[in-house]
């Protein structure tokens, strides 16, 4: 069953004992969303990126109502940069999150449950029903990382790679002792030639916003 990359995203923050995005640091999980979204529709052929230009591609439309939404949104901002672009998405994170997990209820991969604290507020948890499609995102991104001769080679796995290193989430899948050691791999997966020209500058954006943030220093 094919999974977009938003949906591979959210399976790893997902904890499984509560059926919550686990607490991340600000902005990280937003322009993670943000990255992961884009980096769908430029796959998709939704958007065209060059030299950090983002354009509509003519006479395609999104696959959700949520993915038309977007575009229009993203066709009607008054700078078509990366930079806006990116914001744009960041600050619609919410609804991506939402309609990300309910496509995995849809995929038979969650359940969505309601409760309610002191029997007004409700919440909702997502816990999961297969465990198989989390398990497997997981197993793919260690083995390409910590297998270099691994025979399964797939351009998304390093996008993904890419975004979690951006954002500092490696830690969803890596030991702090693991990164310790592969780091280095992960910063080579991730590095330009490796996701290519497209991808790098979606995630090189990413890293300057979450620097002006605060979240992340040079390293």
Not at 64 to 72: G, H, R, V
Not at 111 to 125: G, N, P
Not at 156 to 180: G, K, N, P, T, W
Not at 188 to 206: H, N, S
């Amino acid at each position: 069953m094919a999974l977009t990359f938003t949906e591979e995203l959210l399976l790893l923050v997902l904890d499984d004992e509560t059926g919550k995005i686990r607490p991340l640091a600000d902005f990280a999980m937003e322009y993670a969303l943000a990255g992961a979204q884009l980096a769908q529709m430029w796959f998709a052929g939704l958007v065209h990126i060059e030299k950090e230009t983002v354009q509509i591609a003519q006479g395609n439309f999104g696959e959700s109502p949520l993915e038309e939404k977007l575009l229009a949104g993203i066709s009607k901002l008054e700078r078509n940069d990366l930079d806006s672009t990116l914001s744009f998405l960041a600050h619609h994170a919410s609804e991506i999150e939402r309609n990300g997990l309910q496509q995995l209820v849809r995929k038979g991969i969650l359940r969505e449950c309601e409760s309610r604290f002191l029997w007004v507020f409700a919440t909702r948890r997502y816990p999961v029903m297969d465990g198989r499609s989390e398990e497997e995102v997981i197993q793919r991104i260690r083995q390409r990382v910590m297998d270099p001769d691994s025979t399964k080679r797939c351009h998304s796995d390093l996008i993904l790679i890419a975004l979690m290193d951006v954002c500092q989430l490696s830690y969803l899948v890596f030991s702090a002792h693991e990164l310790e050691h592969y780091q280095p791999r992960i910063k080579e997966l991730a590095q330009r030639d490796a996701i290519g020209k497209t991808m790098a500058a979606i995630v090189e954006q990413i890293r300057n916003a979450l620097l002006d943030t605060g979240l992340i220093h040079l390293r």
